[in-house]
């Protein structure tokens, strides 16, 4: 929307009020309101000026989601039954676990940010690593046939057991397309599916970024759509572990709490423009309460407000 | 690396930044695209485009793929405890990056698997250890000019008691002896072997930010030993000063970790596990715990890996 005003049909009476006032591109009127809009000018003159602007810029948009919300006049706003559907259409992500599927109802929700938090040595990463490898079930056995972004801050992505991961997920795809009950081209279907379903092509669907400090994870949440753009097929974010980088050497308190939220509106933004799951892997911290000295339990570190559902792993 | 003026942006937008005082890239990306906007009067496009120019030229991890991981770490994956029973039951050793952690009761053996990663971290590759195909593989000048022979290394950094090094002899004598073929016979394993004693947590810092590094930056150490984290940790602090050595502990275990990924090497943690009781029922129960709440100490939180010897 760089667009420079200039370019738009207007007077060049008006283009030198506007340049002289400030406004040079079309962004610069984006959000500016006719009473706002103050250059010596007629209230409906300045709501001319800012239709035809907004006029030739924003067609393109308003029809993309007009397709969505066929019954609406109101762009951007959509009925509690399309989303219905539309999440829907989404599915969510197994983790081959039938109780946990059960307790997040199918399994990891498209579309929304997830937070598991446990003790250390409990098996977040090893949920984080088996759903990275799920999210590419093929269609055919009713997966999402996707790939997987693992963002790694604490060096535990430990690539000998995403091997294991992946080997033992496709000796169990491949029981399930012997052992199911379906007419032969389904079967074959599978079969064929099952021929992308190896280990070195999981691997391969799977980008892990290393972060090192709390700076290299906030300029990745800048970095990132642009990296959704070229991998559409991106259907998982993993972030394992959100508190780590945030919990040594962090004096102001305050900046922490803002930093932590804006990654996580970024994330809500990902998850929300590209139709993915957001998982956040989260530490246990020690509340000990001063009434009862001596007593004490176990709460998730860095509160995060933002997500969808959390799980406490427990033992 | 942290001047603005060689963002790839509009002239205009890196002016406004300078009017704004906004001079290094960690205090951009460290505010919001709201608050940027209100301090450099920037529009909202212009901020998008400064916040993402700002990460692209933060030094940042190149993306791999598990399959690149997967290709470029070599076979020989892990170090071996020279033993074949605990190998077995950790695939083959410990990993060779990031920090192992060894828990257990006094007199469990923490120390012996401590000094016997010592011995083995000399082997070659294949056979368990971290060396390289030669050996020796270093000459480093001695101040009085004579050039000694240096083999693949360890430092043990011991804050209990006194190295145990009765024990390391004896150990030495043994492995030698079965290793003959494999080392050199002018090299002496237990001369590859550096010790440093840290009395109380100020010493032990000293130690882990600015004299390991100058000797990892020799290149020839492969394993670092703190034997152990938790006895300073436990004497120093109070009951009431926990918050404070929970936040010490994390700094260590930050640099520790930092340390080991520069290096590539494994970084073992000795830690004692404290009794925890549990007094719900009538009966008070004793409980040795690990793994569970925390060993001794919350380190947990920055290990990889951890071994319980019961």
New interface residues.
Partial sequence: MQRELSTFPLSPNYLQKLSIAGYNTAEDLKDVSPIELNLSLEREEALRIIQTVRSTTEPQQSSKTNQITSSNNVPGSKNAYDILLQEQSYGSIVTFCEQLDDMLGGGVPVGKITEFCGAPGIGKTQIGIQLAVDVQIPDEFGGLNGEAIYIDTEGSFIVERVVDIAAAAVKHMEHVAHSSEIDETERSLQTEAMRNFQVENILSKIYVFRCHDYMQLIALSHVLPDFLLEHSKVKLIVVDSIAFQFRHDFDDLALRTRLLNGLAQSFIKMACENQLAVVLMNQMTTRVKTSQLGQSHLIPALGLQTCTSRLHVKK | MNSVERLDVHPRIITALKKARLTSQ?SI??M?AADLQRTTKL????VSIL??A???A?P??A?????S??LG?SKG?RLSLGCQILDGCL?GGI?K??ITEVAGESSSGKTQICLQLCLTVQLPEEKGGLGGAGHPVAIIPQVEGVMICVGWGAVYISTEDVFPSKRLHQLTQYFVKNQTNLLNSSINPSDNIFIEHAADVDDLRNIITHRLPVLLNRGTIKLVIIDSIAALFRVEYSFSE?SKRA?VL??F??QL??L??QHRIPFVCVNQVSDVIQSETKRVKWKSQS????PGL?M?????Y?IDVT
């Fill in positions: 960690a990306l460290c919001s529009s909202h496009f212009d916040l993402k700002v990460s692209y933060l940042s991890p993306m791999k793929t598990a399959l991981l997967h770490s994956q695939h990993l990056q990031g926990t936040k994390r700094s275990g930050a970790h930092k080991s990924h793994c569970y709440s925390c919350g947990v939180q920055y290990v990889d951890a």
